[in-house]
């Protein structure tokens, strides 16, 4: 996921925040997963549109990539379920966190779901769009929870600046896992 260039573009969340910290990387990393979202509702308008013509392989070859790239940004959520919640769970915070694990394999199946119609040789319009429908909608609500709930929250309980530090090289090594 490559990082958005103006912070004032991002959440409110993150205002203030050094552009190395860990907020900012999964907020930016929730930006590029609201593009190809939204990429992917034209693209399925697009898909419908151009039915039975040749240009429909061009437009659910993209569909495709796209369903790979949202499958693929699965470090985002290791980097929330693996760092920053048992970070927020050893601070005592525990509801909002189970949610947001049920969301995310939630929003797993439905992108696996999306992932394997796209691979379909010749997909129905219908057989992609609910997928497409059902994890833009589910996706984009996720998103909005964390950006404007979960992760102000964590910036509230954890406010010592080493901590975050230690989260950011944690959150690196997930990253270089999923590379």
Same mark, same amino acid.
């Given at each position: 996921m490559h990082p958005m260039p103006n912070t004032l573009l991002l959440p409110? !969340? %993150?205002h203030g925040l050094p552009d190395g910290h860990l907020i900012v990387t #999964? %907020? @930016? /990393?929730? &930006? &590029?997963? #609201? /593009?190809? #979202?939204?990429r992917l509702d034209v693209l399925i308008e697009d898909y419908r549109d151009a039915a039975g013509t040749p240009e429909a392989r061009t437009i659910h070859a993209e569909i495709r990539t796209l369903a790979e790239n949202l499958v693929g940004a699965e470090p985002h959520h290791e980097k929330e /379920?693996? !760092?920053l919640f048992p970070a927020l769970e050893a601070r005592g915070v525990a509801m909002p966190l @189970? %949610?947001?694990r049920r969301e995310h394999d939630e929003l797993r199946r439905w992108k696996k779901r999306l992932l394997a119609a796209a691979h379909e040789a010749h997909p129905d319009t219908e057989a992609i769009a609910e997928p497409v429908g059902t994890l833009a909608g589910l996706l984009r609500d996720h998103i909005h929870k964390e950006n404007e709930v979960l992760y102000p929250m964590a910036l509230s309980v954890i406010a010592d600046p080493a901590a975050w530090e230690q989260l950011v090289r944690q959150a690196a090594l997930v990253d270089r896992r999923g590379s």
């Amino acid at each position: 996921m490559h990082p958005m260039p103006n912070t004032l573009l991002l959440p409110k !969340v %993150v205002h203030g925040l050094p552009d190395g910290h860990l907020i900012v990387t #999964l %907020v @930016r /990393e929730h &930006q &590029q997963l #609201l /593009e190809w #979202l939204d990429r992917l509702d034209v693209l399925i308008e697009d898909y419908r549109d151009a039915a039975g013509t040749p240009e429909a392989r061009t437009i659910h070859a993209e569909i495709r990539t796209l369903a790979e790239n949202l499958v693929g940004a699965e470090p985002h959520h290791e980097k929330e /379920e693996h !760092v920053l919640f048992p970070a927020l769970e050893a601070r005592g915070v525990a509801m909002p966190l @189970r %949610v947001m694990r049920r969301e995310h394999d939630e929003l797993r199946r439905w992108k696996k779901r999306l992932l394997a119609a796209a691979h379909e040789a010749h997909p129905d319009t219908e057989a992609i769009a609910e997928p497409v429908g059902t994890l833009a909608g589910l996706l984009r609500d996720h998103i909005h929870k964390e950006n404007e709930v979960l992760y102000p929250m964590a910036l509230s309980v954890i406010a010592d600046p080493a901590a975050w530090e230690q989260l950011v090289r944690q959150a690196a090594l997930v990253d270089r896992r999923g590379s």
